[in-house]
């Protein structure tokens, strides 16, 4: 396998299009998110700033729905999933002994059909009619009859759908042939364990959402009536196959937060990861779970008492694996000797505000409770409390923990903590009022709202500005750690396990080309 | 080079999985249609279809009182007025009733329509028999007619006690697809537009 060639890869630009090397790729990916969050942040604050007061401001209602759907797309397709397979792409290799990804040219073409995805589904804004104001969700028969826009995305979602898929095949067959003798699958770190079982899911949730937008795309073309009830179809049928897609999905989003917890965590208590095997375990009956509680997200469908029943106790069922994970994390830094640098900030913070969410999600999981909080800003203070809080969180934790390994330097810790305080005051202060607006009853995806719920929008909007712009240190100390700083070591942080601290920092091109004997 | 073998496996494997998840996308479609029709869900209308002579052989429940109403609504596509000409009305169960429904064609051509009926609650529906319907075959309107269509209908005397309001509403579809275009059934969408047509998702949620 290992032929030195350490000399003669390309440079420039071409180095970056032609590279196989898992750590380039991981830094590519790296980069696109965060462009992608650059993007999607800055429609986060139109939604903000029209959010302000009553009334419309801003933008046009059309617009603003455009808005909050390319938001959502562009934010859980564009910035929390190639975020996520970006780390995966640099750390994977290096925690369990590989010289690289097991299939490293399908590599370079999954990271590549990327930017035209997302250059698409933000090109969809310039199409007639702007881009589909139907909400991330796509619910058809709005989505079946909305303009060429539509159109864009769906072909994006087509594409970033192949990217994905390919990510996962690369990463299974990574994990399952290239670990190091004596790495059995039962000691594997927990981020590699993490992302073995969310490839899976990916593999089996991605394809069912390309049929979705597949039969999209034949009922608004090609004459089919899937989604028509003219022609025999079922507009509920949409939510359905959306859903079986879109409740895995979350939980693609989440578990590799999991993992890094699962990384970070023990590492600055101190102490080995309290209940690894229960760990494994509950990731995988959550992973496994997530594909029976889809209809929870369509309680107001019109479902029969028994589904309902049925959906609403495999929801709450969920919370047992979850709870596992979240006591088993709380009992590893339980009389352990921590201390509090910056990825341990992110990674507590991360914990308890997806509790947070977790818990939010019970009381949603609750159908009759559920018929008052539906399609209302309780849900996005939800889901915003589980993404931003657990998965956002979660990858400017990894990043902070594994950037002195990437760069060979230390970054500045004043500037990371700033970071973190301003994101998380930030973040509460947006999000936190939402649930309040919810049980007052304000719907989601309305550019306009009653008076009554001005004070909780101000201090949501001033909340947002304050996140958004608290990322602007994020991306200075990047750049300021890139290009210099005090050295890092080959540990990096005191009592840090596992084989990506037994290379240099920074890790050389090509690391493991023998593999590592684990004991 | 072992390794590279054992990679190609999981490569294909896993394609493998990957494509037969792509065709289960498309296996929820008529495993959707098998659940409604167990549950009983979906609105059928031919399942719902009675004849006259079997409605004789029920006994009429006096002791029940049963509120139903009627609503109904065009999708965009099809330039028709529609609406019930009687908005509700009280009956006991194994009563057969008749209602009108109004419908005219507002476009300068002949245009055929097709209803489909909605109940609500949705456990009612397969408890509101249909003797006779408008909805059960295609209308054709001559350009400016307006017509009575009539829903000749009982409730099952079995209906679940819990239940004493029903609501049956039907939405009214352009048949023909190039006729749906050209009055804007899927034209490309303005903002006034992308407001008309997101309150009919609601409705169609609710329904």
Redesign the interface.
């Known amino acids: 396998m290992s032929t030195d060639h350490h000399e003669d890869r390309p440079q420039g630009l071409t180095r970056w299009l032609f590279t196989t090397n898992h750590k380039d790729i991981g830094t590519l990916y790296l980069w696109f998110s965060f462009t992608m969050a650059v993007v999607g942040g800055i429609m986060s604050l139109v939604i903000r700033s029209e959010l302000w007061e009553p009334g419309l401001q801003i933008v046009e209602p059309g617009f603003f729905n455009q808005m909050t759907t390319l938001h959502g797309l562009i934010m859980v397709f564009g910035f929390v999933m190639p975020a996520f397979v970006g780390l995966a792409n640099w750390q994977l290799p290096m925690m369990i002994g590989a010289p690289d990804m097991a299939l490293p040219r399908m590599n370079n073409w999954s990271f590549w059909l990327l930017p035209p995805a997302a250059t698409l589904l933000v090109l969809s804004l310039f199409a007639p009619g702007g881009a589909p104001g139907v909400g991330w969700t796509l619910y058809a028969p709005l989505s079946t009859r909305a303009g060429m826009g539509m159109d864009f995305v769906i072909l994006s979602i087509h594409m970033l759908g192949i990217s994905s898929i390919l990510g996962s095949i690369n990463i299974i067959a990574t994990i399952l042939n290239m670990r190091a003798p004596g790495m059995i699958l039962m000691k594997m770190p927990m981020f590699v364990w993490s992302w073995l079982i969310t490839a899976f899911l990916l593999l089996a949730a991605i394809p069912v959402l390309a049929g979705a937008v597949t039969m999209l795309l034949t009922d608004r073309h090609f004459g089919t009536s899937f989604f028509d009830a003219a022609g025999g179809g079922d507009p509920v049928l949409f939510q359905h196959i959306f859903w079986f897609f879109g409740h895995p999905e979350v939980y693609i989003l989440v578990l590799p937060a999991f993992g890094v917890f699962s990384q970070i965590i023990p590492t600055f208590a101190r102490k080995p990861l309290f209940g690894y095997t229960s760990m494994v375990f509950a990731t995988a009956t959550i992973a496994f779970l997530s594909f029976i509680v889809w209809a929870h997200h369509m309680y107001t469908v019109g479902m029969p008492m028994g589904g309902e029943l049925f959906f609403m106790y495999a929801t709450m069922l969920i919370a047992v694996p979850t709870g596992v994970k979240v006591f088993n994390w709380v009992s590893t830094m339980w009389q352990g000797s921590m201390t509090f640098e910056t990825p341990m900030l992110w990674a507590i913070g991360g914990v308890f505000t997806f509790t947070m969410g977790g818990i939010t999600g019970l009381m949603l999981s609750v159908t009759p409770a559920d018929f008052q909080y539906h399609d209302t800003y309780f849900v996005v203070a939800h889901f915003h409390y589980t993404i931003i809080g657990g998965s956002v969180l979660a990858i400017f934790a990894a990043v902070y923990y594994w950037l002195p390994k990437w760069t060979g330097h230390m970054f500045s810790e004043p500037l990371g903590k700033t970071h973190f305080w301003l994101t998380l005051i930030g973040f509460n202060l947006t999000f936190f009022p939402q649930h309040f607006l919810g049980l007052a009853g304000m719907p989601r995806r309305i550019p306009d709202y009653a008076l009554q719920f001005t004070g909780f929008n101000e201090v949501s909007t001033v909340g947002s500005f304050i996140t958004i712009v608290a990322q602007l240190i994020f991306f200075y100390l990047v750049f300021k750690c890139i290009r210099g700083g005090k050295k890092a070591t080959d540990q990096v942080w005191e009592d840090a396990e596992g084989l990506e601290w037994a290379v240099p920092s920074p890790a050389p091109y090509h690391t493991f080309a023998t593999p590592p004997q684990v004991k | 080079?072992t390794?590279?073998s054992?990679?190609q496996r999981?490569?294909r494997k896993?394609?493998f999985?990957?494509?037969?998840?792509?065709?289960?996308?498309?296996a929820?479609?008529p495993l959707?249609d098998v659940f409604?029709q167990i549950?009983?869900?979906?609105f059928d209308t031919q399942a719902n279809q009675v004849n006259s002579t079997g409605t004789q052989s029920i006994t009429v429940d006096k002791t029940r009182w049963i509120t139903v109403e009627f609503t109904g609504n065009t999708?965009?596509g099809l330039p028709w007025e529609f609406y019930a000409l009687k908005k509700k009305l009280r009956l006991h169960p194994g009563q057969t009733m008749v209602v009108n429904y109004f419908a005219r064609n507002r476009a300068a051509e002949a245009i055929t329509g097709?209803a489909?009926p909605s109940v609500?609650?949705?456990?009612a529906s397969k408890y509101l028999k249909k003797a006779e319907c408008f909805c059960f075959t295609k209308q054709v309107l001559a350009a400016g007619e307006g017509k009575e269509m009539a829903v000749q209908f009982m409730v099952d005397p079995a209906l679940p006690k819990g239940i004493d309001t029903i609501t049956l509403s039907y939405?009214f579809?352009?048949?023909d697809?190039v006729s749906?275009n050209k009055y804007g059934?899927?034209a490309?969408?303005?903002?006034p537009k992308?407001?008309g047509?997101?309150r009919?998702?609601t409705e169609?949620?609710n329904g």
């Open positions: 080079m390794t590279v054992a990679n999981t490569l896993l394609l999985v990957a494509v037969l998840m792509f065709g289960f996308g498309y929820l479609v959707y409604c549950t009983g869900i979906r999708m965009s097709q489909v609500t609650p949705p456990r939405a579809f352009n048949t697809r749906a059934g899927s490309v969408s303005e903002p992308q407001h047509s997101h009919q998702v169609n949620t």
